[in-house]
């Protein structure tokens, strides 16, 4: 007997610009299942993640997919047939639905689910599929939920949840359209964080169990030694988006009155305002270093802390659900400073030792203020340990991902056999 199929549904992945998050999580998913991945987003198709050998990239379907989005007669008939459903879901949202980006994201995302639905009703059925692994609580899983209801799959369904699939006060207005019918429909949902499993159930009690949490992970490696000359040297490392909030760190920096590098890793449409706050920091500061490094794939980051002096980690976003970015950091025992939002506290408090949180509404001030504390009594040096041990006991890829794939094997296992 071979082993069960899983048609995993992801923006990008394995192409550039892809969930590198899931570079090893296939891997082990690959020790239990026989793989089919649909990259449902994809408009490049250069493969930049390595596969299992025999996991199968379904690019003819991501390539229909990429032209229904291109042509406007198909998108004009997604967004037609939609429109049923599109306005019985704003009748129950219509605070947030008649906002214009909460009626266009509703639309849209119904518009996609719609086209992509038989596509995976097609591939599950001639390839014989298990399990449908949405890896976003978007709308590939609203696609999923779709596709087994219309068409009549025996697949079972599963989603991941992470920040703005979950969280509708992390998206403007603060909606996530058909949330309620893909929780009420899909089989599982995995979140990544304790806070998140948690707000999925306070909202929708009835379906609590199908609720749990399955932590993200980063691969193990050299421990960062930190700076020795003197300079103290920061680190951020996220898209340039508003919700980021990168500014506050140019900002607070033109506050210190010591020796410090700042880094910033990530690029976006933030950047010219970044720029400008830098450059008038620089002018007001002159004793300090910034470079905006641009982009950079979760590899190159990870070398980075492999080759470079890193003293301190900085994420000040408004919104979050687990940075894969501080498990990053602290995988290479460097401590953070970051807002107390989403499940950020989950990794960064004052119990586990890993690093500082600060209130998500903080000001530059604020920031200047605890990075010149960190600084002076050398906390920083004392946090590091602490930090790898955090990463090790709760982040360890080979241990998360491992259990996650088990997990799944096992579910898809016994529930086939109920429903036989």
């Given at each position: ?260 590098q700042w880094t910033h890793i990530g690029d976006g449409p933030e950047m010219p305002r970044l720029s400008s706050i830098v450059t008038r920091t620089l002018k007001s ?136």
């Amino acid at each position: 007997m071979g082993k069960p199929r899983i048609l995993l549904l992801t923006a990008t992945f394995p192409y550039r610009s892809g969930e590198p998050f899931l570079e090893q999580e296939i891997w082990a998913l690959s020790k239990f299942f026989d793989l089919f991945v649909l990259p449902c987003g994809a408009t490049s198709f250069e493969q930049i993640y390595p596969l299992p050998e025999d996991a199968v990239i379904l690019e003819a379907e991501a390539k229909q997919i990429r032209n229904c989005k291109r042509s406007l007669l198909s998108l004009a008939k997604g967004l037609s047939s939609s429109a049923p459903e599109v306005f019985e879901e704003g009748a129950n949202h219509l605070g947030t639905f008649i906002h214009p980006k909460g009626f266009a994201r509703t639309y849209w995302r119904a518009a996609r689910a719609r086209f992509i639905a038989p596509l995976i009703s097609r591939v599950a059925q001639e390839t014989g599929i298990d399990v449908i692994y949405s890896y976003w609580m978007s709308y590939q899983a609203l696609a999923t939920v779709k596709a087994v209801k219309t068409f009549g799959l025996k697949s079972l369904t599963l989603t991941r949840a992470h920040g703005s699939d979950l969280y509708h006060y992390a998206n403007i207005p603060p909606y996530c359209p058909f949330q309620e019918q893909i929780i009420r429909e899909i089989d599982r949902v995995a979140t990544i964080s304790n806070h998140g499993e948690e707000y999925l159930k306070a909202r929708y009690g009835q379906f609590a169990e199908k609720v749990s949490t399955f932590r993200l992970g980063v691969p193990p490696g050299p421990a960062n030694k930190g700076s020795k000359d003197g300079v103290f040297r920061i680190i951020s490392c996220s898209a340039l988006k508003p919700v980021k909030r990168v500014h506050l760190i140019a900002e607070a920096l033109q506050f210190a009155d010591f020796p410090l590098q700042w880094t910033h890793i990530g690029d976006g449409p933030e950047m010219p305002r970044l720029s400008s706050i830098v450059t008038r920091t620089l002018k007001s500061n002159p004793g300090i270093s910034i470079r905006l490094a641009g982009n950079m794939d979760n590899r190159d980051v990870l070398r980075f802390y492999d080759s470079n002096p890193v003293d301190l980690f900085a994420n000040v976003s408004a919104s979050e659900g687990i940075p894969v970015s501080i498990m990053e950091a602290i995988s290479r025992g460097i401590p953070v400073l970051a807002t107390d939002v989403g499940g950020t506290f989950e990794i960064i408090s004052s119990n586990l030792g890993s690093g500082w949180l600060l209130p998500s509404d903080l000001d530059s001030k604020d920031l200047a203020g605890l990075i010149k504390e960190i600084k002076t009594h050398r906390s920083h040096i004392a946090a590091r340990e602490k930090a790898f041990k955090t990463w090790e006991t709760l982040f360890n890829a080979n241990k998360n991902f491992d259990a996650f794939a088990e997990w799944l094997f096992e579910f898809t296992r016994s529930e086939s056999r109920d429903r036989e």
